[in-house]
């Protein structure tokens, strides 16, 4: 196992002298490199504490970690004044240190395992500044016949797919996510028809105000399936490893009730891939399992991201059409297609409202990505049928 130690060491100044409550956590991160993974997996750790500014030190994180030795073996870093002083002021005194318990390199990028010396967070008071929206993220139902993988249990299953989706969404840095569990899901079917009986802006909030998010996201595991297809050719004995899993969720707005998402997606892995994670772990399917945990989190967090930020028409200047993402979130060549909004309808069997877009306007293609922006071309319907605000949705 590659371990890589990187132990700081912070002497928190501070007005008044303050003790720091040590502990330790494991987080995982997932990049397209090594140097991306480690990032997001520290700055999954500051997103953990609900007290710390996220928005102000992911930068700072980002150039700190630049400054990191990328070696091998047990390294003390001997750390100039200076620099001790950057690490606290980026922090706020919650990362002590981190060990890089784990790594691995895939087809799709790098996950690592960060054990991560914590210390206690000294809050600043601009948290009221950022305006991110809450997400509870509630255990998927999991049935054990819908699971046919080995010894794997629901509550690993639930366990797993659930950590993987706290990941994606805390490193798509847009939410908040507060720890709940199945009961929130009984509370909202519970209160749903009460509180949408009710037309007071009072009433409206409760829901919100027992569940402590802005969004409820539960769903169900109908299959996860790992298993081994043996053949043979010309007396040679093969076995290929089949791994997939399909899950359906819902990610309900708990102020007006409106299921702003939901779908069912089914995600598999390339039987290579499969069968190089288990013969690398003596047969163990745990790192087969975590890539597909991985996966899905990954498909539910980059639909849900794109219903409550929707990729939108910004702008229309000399026949191009500015959409108001960029970044990793839009990739050149991409096909989009544009809708428009044409209202909401309640359904009255559960009170939950549906927003409903147009049929489709016209496709476009993505010419030029920048940071904050993106710029596509027409491709079909003509640049008459696109206006400012009109919503893109990927074509498949």
Do not use: C
Request: no cysteine; hydrophobic share 35%.
């Amino acid at each position: 196992m590659l371990r890589n130690v990187l132990l700081v060491f912070i002497t928190l100044l501070l007005v008044a002298s303050l003790s720091l409550a040590s502990d330790h956590i494991l987080v995982d991160g997932f990049g397209k490199t090594r140097h991306e993974a480690i990032i997001n997996a520290l700055i999954q750790t500051v997103n953990k504490n609900e007290k710390a500014n996220e928005a102000e030190i992911e930068k700072e994180i980002d150039n700190l970690n630049t400054q990191m030795p990328n070696t091998s073996g047990s390294l003390e870093i001997a750390l100039t004044e200076n620099f001790e002083k950057e690490i606290r002021k980026i922090t706020k005194g919650l990362i002590i240190s981190y060990t890089i318990e784990n790594e691995i390199k895939h087809q799709e990028g790098y996950e690592v395992r960060l054990s991560i010396n914590l210390g206690q967070y000294q809050p600043v008071d601009e948290r009221s500044k950022l305006n991110m929206y809450k997400v509870a993220i509630v255990p998927f139902n999991v049935k054990q016949d819908a699971i046919n993988a080995g010894d794997t249990t629901t509550s690993v299953v639930k366990i797993g797919l659930e950590e993987a989706i706290k990941a994606q969404f805390t490193q798509s840095r847009k939410f908040r996510i507060v720890n709940r569990n199945e009961d929130d899901e009984a509370i909202y079917q519970s209160e749903i028809q009460k509180i949408n009986s009710s037309t007071s802006a009072e009433d409206k909030l409760k829901l919100g105000q027992k569940i402590g998010a802005d969004f409820i996201l539960t769903g169900d595991v109908l299959a996860l399936s790992i298993n081994e297809k043996k053949s043979s050719y010309y007396g040679e004995n093969f076995a290929n490893w089949r791994v997939s899993a399909t899950v359906s969720y819902r990610v309900i707005e708990l102020a007006t009730m409106e299921v702003k998402w939901s779908n069912t997606v089914t995600v598999s892995l390339p039987s290579s891939e499969a069968n190089e994670y288990i013969d690398a772990n003596n047969g163990s399917l745990l790192e087969v399992e975590n890539r597909l945990y991985h996966k899905i989190g990954k498909e539910i967090a980059d639909q849900v991201i794109g219903a409550i930020y929707p990729l939108s028409v910004l702008s229309i200047v000399d026949n191009n059409i500015y959409l108001n993402q960029g970044g990793e979130r839009v990739k050149k060549g991409s096909i989009y297609t544009i809708r428009y909004g044409i209202g909401r309808v309640e359904d009255s069997s559960t009170g939950q409202h549906t927003v409903l877009d147009s049929k489709p306007s016209a496709k476009i293609r993505v010419i030029d990505v920048m940071p904050k922006y993106s710029i596509a071309e027409v491709i079909e319907g003509g640049i008459n049928n696109i206006q400012k605000g009109d919503r893109a949705y990927l074509s498949n």
